[in-house]
């Protein structure tokens, strides 16, 4: 395994998770599509930080962030989602369009 | 090395189609959790078993978990209706473009070389302790903020406030 | 280990944040609450003003620096902070149960933003940029309105996650092109495709920020939808951060490149092209700001795309008074939709007859945000004109001047309704003590700046030469 | 006497004025008007003081305002020839008309805030004039369209007043546009914000070597768009006749010293810079000379005094601008000064016929028998339909000789011929005007647009002091500032004035007397018909008389042409071109609406745009 399939791998984490984001209708969904492109900057900063960095800690303590960061921006969106919920009854995306213009 | 590879990188994969594919959404944080275990694999490859341990316990244990509560709260069980074809064109244009352009670019970069080249303990637990208490003290208060933040944010958004049934609160019905 | 004191600022807002939390805790009123973050506010400001010339590392090497650039820029965040809070007394659009907790999302918030003048780090920089955003996602969801105010929300958090995702790749890829993650390594590192599609990549989390076009969705409809403090809040110290990590990552990263500036022209004249047009349509106040927002985020990426220490300074000059111009706009939004409703153009009517403070408000709001003298939107948009002009970009001068005169097409409307329509059944606004202060001193430094621009110029000079300079 | 004490006692008193009353007494109307009238009376004892004691050479007083890196940017008062004698002239005409609200305003429920704002607009075009910096003139230019907007809309009550205070306002902003790019533009040829300094880069004739002529051209026409619409030239023109919506006083203000006047003070100003740039001058001639036609034609069929004033404030800002694109800046000058004060009188005595009479009719002022109630305004009347008519000794006269005598530059015969024609039609407009309110005639063909509703004169006199004081001061202005014209040229440095010998004059003269005599033909005689040139084929008994049989021969080929090209214009006005301008705007708001449209409030897609975007980008990046 080069660096570089390390980080094609990666990418396609990435753009599968960007398709999520796009496509689904459901909030939640969506969410797990962010969650998918997080885990892809992960993949691709310790990948990198195997192969050519000069201090291999400081890629962990990236990713260590990342995973922190990640726990309270999910912790924060769902809650969101749940008022959406008890608003709309719902949490499909295509009824958030009220706000427009 | 190469087999652990090839399996977190098809258990990842796998789990990420699975997770943005399945109509329901249970399913797809299922997805989720597989994709999780494939990535923590793939930590484990590239070196850093800490990294992996942290990555299951608090995305598979904590976050996944929190999603899976959060569907139970809201539509569990329901299938959800087939997106529009538009949107998902729409959807695999911007992520094909965004991979051509990525394998454009990564493909143009140097070779690099295949093993790591730094001694042993530069990748243990206490380095990264020593650096997590030294160099980035400051993000490491900052981190601790941002989970406080969470949590003072997720109780008081989800708090049921009585005004929910205000009656100027259903104004964008129409 | 550097010298600690020069992170006394920052440290005064984050022990406001801790007062406000045992406060809130401690189950104080939401008055209570108010007045002692309020005392806290000032005292941080006071700070802040005076570790204005501050200069040094206070942690370790490479981390975060003190210096004239970020000192000013954090004047910019707490007078944000101290105008919002002022305001916040009668926090009408915002959930009854939730009133206590906006003071600490507030100042968690700031010191995020202050954090993020001053880091010269990638993961700093990161940690604090998603800092400083959850305590607006909160804020943003707390709206009286729920309906609204949710939708507001969802879609705010999940534009703002999504873009992060896009920033932290990014980074992770200037990260694999310089090896290490100090920004001082993007200069030195020679130029590769990787490392430029990693600047633009982590430049949109920023640009998101700052609501630049194609990242600037969110805005109008989070503007709507999210209560009018958080808004405010939003629209003043957040951008002030925005424009100051821009302009740090962009005077490190992008000159080189000819590439990424011609990327950020295009930008930015779309910006102002999209927000202005745009904004002519609009009927609700809230909104037609939003898209005043995204066109003067095109106005201050003129300033910066110069390239120049003149620039710099026009750019970061242009923000700083762009906190109380937009604050004084927002003042009368605040005291309108006191209900929670968003006020319109028909609830503007007669405001001169029912409220005359509110209207001189509103006026110098307008006159600022459209560029006309003698109010401080003028100076700024002469010394972004001038900067530009004097990197030779004649065409960019002309598009900004022709934006002008299209955004006081719709500026005046707004005039117009407040001076020029009777007030017919609408009653007459009174304005709480602390409100009518808060337009007073929004008002004095928005003409003040306008007629003696000197001292904030100057500051804005020193700040650009320590950006450009290091 | 020190002149640094007076000079600011001179641009800070109004400002003074304006802060108390506005803050202090919005609504002890007559405190108010005292503290503004008493700081217009300091502004004006200081200007003329300073006149008189005026060095030769100009002199500045600046202090630092801030710098741009090396670049010190100064704020102050300068002091020389032109900025005195304007100067001078916007303190006596402001505080004229100060007087003069004291009764017209009488009884206005915001007659505080009128005044504090009077104070605003004498402040701004105060310091406009005495400005030191390129940046503070535009500054105080922008001042004197903020406070010429809340003016004119003052009645806010009125749709129309509203409508006409954003016209005015928008238009003169679309070419400060211009007027904005050309001062940066300006100041990066010249390195310079001082005024003085540009004025000693251009002054000397010639150009600088190091200064590309295509530059000048490029400055000199920008900064002319920016005249165009303060100073209401084609096609900017619209905005003014409206602008009448305001009340009369502030109409008096904006005619004469102030608003409009600002635009041909700052070609004066810069005339150094505008002589380097013969193209532009040229177009300056064009486009001052149709303007002079179109608005003097338009003049001739309105039938609203205010409206026939304002045409006539177009023509006449046309004229000096032809003296000026000409190459006299004595001309042009001189035109400026003598016309404040009888086109401030005659919108003072249109005022007060207003006001008594309740229209603004011309005919039904007539029928309503004001000039015979109202003799002192109406002596002011004449004086000023004199000197604007540019009858020999009347303040006009003069003026006008200087700018027609500047005309004789090769390939300037067209324009000299222009001018003599709305030299004419200037006349005989005028005394339509003078006649049809003096000489009202019942069995007349002539018919009112709406009725008068006098006033009922039992709480007051016709023609109380406050009124009539300020008109009798600018009478007497209007009849001697004509015989300045040395002095002015004396203050103004202007080596040798070109005093137009008799032959020169007679033309003007007669042209000016024909226009009158045209005039009294169709209005003023006894049994006139009152209905201009309009009147049709007429009936046998007519053509009974030689005299109508003349008329006849007028009217087909002559006159009917010139009134069917009025007609033309003033419908092209109305709808034509009025709606071109109004057109470039709603088009503008109708894209506006499609692109707001596209925020269709669909998150995902937002994002995808986004992605799209940006994934382009890195793939462009990429690629190169």
């Known amino acids: 395994m080069t660096l570089h399939a390390w980080m094609v791998f990666a990418l396609t984490l990435f753009c599968i998770g960007l398709y999520g984001v796009i496509a689904r209708r459901n909030l939640i969904a969506i969410l797990i599509g962010i969650e998918l492109m997080l885990n892809a900057a992960s993949i691709n900063v310790l990948a990198i930080n195997y192969f050519v960095s000069p201090e291999p800690a400081v890629g962990q303590i990236i990713v260590l962030f990342i995973i922190g960061l990640a726990a309270a921006e999910a912790a924060i969106a769902l809650s969101i989602i749940l008022g959406v919920y008890r608003q709309r009854a719902s949490i499909d995306v295509t009824l958030l369009e009220e706000l427009r213009g | ?174 | 280990m550097g010298n600690l004191e020069l992170f006394l600022p920052e440290a005064m807002v984050l022990l406001g944040a801790l007062v406000a939390f045992v406060a809130s805790v401690v189950g104080l009123s939401g008055r209570t609450t108010w007045i002692i973050s309020l005392v806290m506010a000032v005292l941080a400001t006071v700070v802040t003003f005076v570790y204005l010339g501050a200069q040094g590392e206070p942690f370790f090497p490479g981390i975060y620096r003190v210096d004239a650039f970020s000192q000013i820029l954090k004047v910019g965040v707490v007078v944000g902070l101290l105008l919002t809070l002022m305001m916040v007394g009668n926090t009408s659009s915002i959930r009854e149960r939730s009133r206590p907790d906006i003071p600490i999302l507030l100042f968690v918030a700031s010191f995020g933003m202050m954090m993020l003048v001053s880091a010269t780090e990638m993961l700093t920089l990161y940690v604090a940029l998603e800092l400083s955003a959850y305590g607006l996602y909160i804020l943003a969801a707390l709206h009286r309105l729920q309906r609204a105010g949710s939708e507001a929300a969802a879609k705010y958090i999940l534009y703002g996650a999504a873009s992060s995702g896009v920033t932290l790749y990014g980074i992770s890829l200037i990260f694999g092109a310089t090896g290490t993650t100090y920004l001082g390594a993007i200069a030195q590192t020679p130029s590769s495709p990787l490392l430029i599609a990693g600047i633009l990549l982590a430049l949109s989390g920023i640009l998101f920020k700052l609501a630049v076009f194609p990242f600037h969705a969110w805005a109008p409809d989070t503007y709507q939808g999210a209560p009018h403090e958080a808004v405010t809040f939003i629209a003043t110290a957040s951008k002030v951060a925005a424009v100051g990590v821009l302009a740090r990552l962009m005077f490190l990263a992008v000159p080189e490149h000819d590439t990424l500036v011609t990327t950020l022209l295009v930008l930015c004249v779309a910006s102002m092209v999209i927000g202005n047009l745009s904004a002519i349509a609009q009927d609700d106040l809230k909104r037609l700001l939003a898209y005043s927002t995204v066109a003067h985020a095109g106005y201050i990426l003129i300033g910066l795309v110069a390239f120049t220490s003149l620039g710099a300074a026009s750019a970061i000059y242009y923000v700083l008074v762009y906190v109380p111009i937009v604050f004084c706009a927002f003042l009368v939004v605040c005291a309108l939709g006191a209900d929670g409703s968003n006020p319109t153009k028909a609830s503007l009517a007669g405001l001169y007859q029912r409220s005359p403070l509110l209207a001189i408000t509103l006026l110098v709001g307008m006159f600022g945000l459209a560029g006309i003298p003698p109010t401080a939107g003028f100076t700024g948009k002469w010394f972004i004109f001038t900067a530009a002009l004097d990197s030779g970009m004649f065409w960019l001068v002309l598009v900004g001047a022709i934006n002008a005169t299209v955004s006081l097409y719709y500026y005046l409307r707004v005039i117009k309704e407040a001076y020029l329509t009777p007030p017919g059944e609408l009653g007459a606004i009174r304005l709480t003590p602390m409100m009518a202060i808060a337009a007073w001193l929004a008002m004095a430094m928005v003409l003040v700046t306008g007629f003696y621009p000197r001292p904030v110029w100057e500051l804005a000079e020193s700040a650009a030469r320590a950006l450009v300079g290091g | ?624």
């Open chain 4, 1 to 624: 006497m020190n002149h640094e004490l007076l000079a600011l006692a001179c641009v800070t008193a109004p400002l003074l004025g304006f802060a108390v009353a506005l803050i202090g007494f919005r609504r002890r109307h007559s405190s108010a008007a005292a503290i503004v009238i008493a700081s217009g009376l300091v502004s004006l004892v200081a200007s003329v003081l300073l006149l008189i004691t005026a060095r030769p050479e100009a002199q500045a007083f600046t202090a630092r305002w801030f710098m741009i890196e090396d670049f010190s940017i100064e704020f102050g008062v300068l002091l020389d020839g032109r900025t005195l004698i304007m100067g001078s002239v916007v303190a006596l005409i402001t505080l004229c008309i100060q007087v003069y609200s004291l009764y017209y305003m009488a009884s206005d429920p915001g007659k505080g805030r009128f005044f504090a704002f009077l104070a605003l607009f004498e402040w701004s075009m105060l310091l406009f004039v005495y400005s030191a910096n390129l940046l503070q003139m535009f500054i105080f230019w922008e001042l004197v369209g903020l406070a010429s907007f809340l003016l004119i809309g003052f009645w806010y009550e009125k749709p129309s007043a509203v409508a006409a205070a954003k016209k005015a306002f928008l238009m003169t902003r679309v070419g400060d546009v211009g007027l904005f790019i050309g001062l940066i533009l300006l100041f990066q040829t010249s390195g310079t914000l001082d005024v003085l300094g540009i004025a000693n880069i251009f002054e000397p004739h010639g150009l600088p070597e190091s200064i590309a002529p295509q530059r000048i051209e490029l400055i000199a026409m920008l900064l002319f768009v920016g005249v165009i619409g303060k100073s209401a030239q084609f096609p900017l023109h619209t905005w003014l006749p409206d602008a009448m919506e305001g009340p009369t006083p502030v109409s008096a203000l904006l005619h004469s010293a102030t608003m409009v006047a600002a635009g041909v003070f700052l070609v004066t100003r810069f005339h150094g810079l505008f002589l380097d740039a013969p193209t532009t001058m040229t177009t300056i001639l064009w486009i001052a000379t149709f303007t002079a036609l179109l608005s003097s034609t338009m003049a001739m069929v309105a039938k609203d005094m205010k409206r026939v004033l304002a045409f006539s404030s177009i023509s006449q800002l046309g004229f000096m601008l032809m003296g000026l694109g000409a190459g006299s800046l004595f001309a042009g000058y001189f035109h400026l000064t003598t016309h404040a004060f009888f086109k401030a009188l005659l919108f003072l005595c249109a005022g007060a016929y207003i006001h008594s009479s309740g229209t603004n009719d011309l005919i039904a002022i007539g029928r309503a028998g004001a000039a015979r109630r109202m003799k002192i305004t109406t002596i002011g009347l004449v004086v000023g339909g004199a000197a604007l008519a540019g009858i020999p000794m009347f303040a006009g006269f003069f003026s006008k000789e200087h700018i027609l005598s500047a005309l004789h530059g090769p390939g300037q015969m067209i324009f000299k011929i222009g001018a003599f024609g709305a030299a004419f039609m200037t006349a005989y407009y005028t005394f339509r005007m003078v006649f049809l309110i003096m000489r009202p005639n019942p069995n007349s063909q002539a018919t009112p647009d709406e009725p008068a509703y006098p006033h009922d004169d039992a709480h007051g006199p016709a023609e109380p002091l406050a009124m009539i004081l300020p008109i009798i001061v600018l009478s007497l202005g209007a009849l001697v500032i004509g015989f300045f014209g040395d002095k002015i040229g004396a203050i103004l440095h202007v080596e040798h004035i070109h005093h137009p010998t008799i032959g020169e004059m007679a033309p003007a003269v007669v042209v000016a007397l024909l226009g009158v005599v045209l005039a009294w033909i169709d209005f003023g005689r006894a049994n006139a018909k009152q209905r201009g040139f309009v009147s049709l084929v007429p009936a046998a008994e007519k053509l009974f008389e030689k005299r109508w049989y003349i008329d006849e021969i007028y009217n087909t080929a002559i006159v009917r042409p010139v009134i069917m090209i009025a007609k033309l214009c003033y419908g092209t006005e109305t709808r034509g071109l009025d709606k071109g301008i109004d057109s470039l705007a709603y088009s503008t708001a109708k894209v506006g609406r499609e692109v707001a449209r596209g925020h269709v409030g669909r998150l995902q897609l937002y994002i995808g745009v986004a992605v799209v975007v940006v994934a382009s980008l890195v793939f462009y990046v990429g690629m190169r």
């Open chain 2, 1 to 174: 090395m190469m087999i652990g590879a090839v399996l977190a990188i098809v258990l990842t994969l796998a789990g990420a189609i699975l997770a943005v594919g399945a109509r329901n959404i249970v399913h797809a944080v299922f997805g989720l959790g597989i994709c999780l275990c494939g990535v923590a694999l793939a930590f484990l490859v590239l070196g850093s078993p800490f990294v992996a341990a942290m990555e299951v316990l608090i995305y598979i244990g904590g976050i996944t978990v929190a999603m899976v509560f959060a569907v139970m709260l809201s539509t569990v069980g329901r299938e959800e209706p087939r997106e529009g074809m538009a949107k998902r064109v729409l959807a695999a244009i911007g992520a094909l473009v965004f991979f051509g352009a990525g394998v454009a670019i990564i493909l143009g970069m140097p070779e690099q070389i295949t093993a790591p080249v730094t001694p042993e303990e530069a990748w243990s637990v206490e380095q990264i302790g020593r650096d997590l208490l030294n160099r980035f003290n400051l993000v490491f208060e900052a981190l601790s903020l941002v989970l406080l933040l969470a949590i003072i944010g997720a109780i008081t958004i989800a708090s049921r406030s009585d005004e929910s049934h205000d009656p100027t609160a259903g104004e964008g019905d129409s």
